[in-house]
């Protein structure tokens, strides 16, 4: 690789994390709000949907993130 390479290697690699941390956070949110006893179940049944489709984008995300055809 040379240095162009590498950075935008980086690049890539820097906004790739930065969607899954924003979901990570997310995620914890939900699993707090769902824990904390306040939600119904059908409140909870949606804060898991939600939770799940952040999961699913994020695999999504893992698996199409990359940089010269390489994952």
């Given at each position: 690789?040379?240095?162009s390479d590498?950075?935008?290697l980086a690049t890539i690699a820097d906004s790739a994390l930065q969607q899954v941390s924003s979901m990570v956070t997310r995620m914890a949110e939900l699993a707090n709000q769902a824990a904390?006893?306040?939600f119904s179940t059908t409140q909870r049944k949606t804060l898991e949907s939600?939770?799940?489709q952040l999961d699913l984008e994020i695999r999504r995300?893992?698996?199409s993130?990359?940089?010269n055809k390489i994952n």
């Open positions: 690789l040379n240095l590498a950075v935008s904390n006893g306040s939600e939770y799940r995300i893992s698996a993130t990359s940089f």
